[in-house]
């Protein structure tokens, strides 16, 4: 069975940092790009940042470029968003979402965590 569990989220003031993780299990998690998207109240999901299989490369939305930080430990299963410098506008769902390099229209996406930056 194949599960995208995410977590690490919760509320966090302005300038205050998060880490989410999104532990994946069912699939061969070593050859899979692995995206994180969030989803704030009212607006459309959007990639945040994307990494993929081997971890030696990485992408940003440009609202993020050097306040997150995308990594894996394809040993664990796990996809990392280091966030900092948060800001009120990051206020979202966040999703982590898989997709196999290899095998088109195979992917998979997690139920989502809460991220709420607020004083």
């Known amino acids: 069975q194949v599960q995208l569990v995410e977590s690490g989220g919760g509320l966090v003031q302005p300038g205050g940092s998060l880490r989410l993780s999104c532990v994946a299990s069912g699939f061969t998690f070593s050859t899979y790009t692995m995206t994180w998207y969030r989803q704030a109240p009212g607006k459309e999901r959007e990639l945040v940042a994307v990494?993929?299989?081997?971890?030696?490369?990485?992408g940003y939305a440009g609202s993020v470029k050097g306040r997150f930080t995308i990594s894996r430990d394809n040993a664990k299963n796990t996809v990392y968003l280091q966030m900092n410098s948060l800001k009120p506008e990051d206020t979202a769902v966040y999703y982590c979402k898989a997709r196999s390099e290899s095998v088109k229209g195979s992917e998979y996406w997690g139920k989502g965590t809460l991220v709420t930056v607020s004083s």
């Open positions: 990494i993929i299989s081997s971890g030696s490369g990485t």
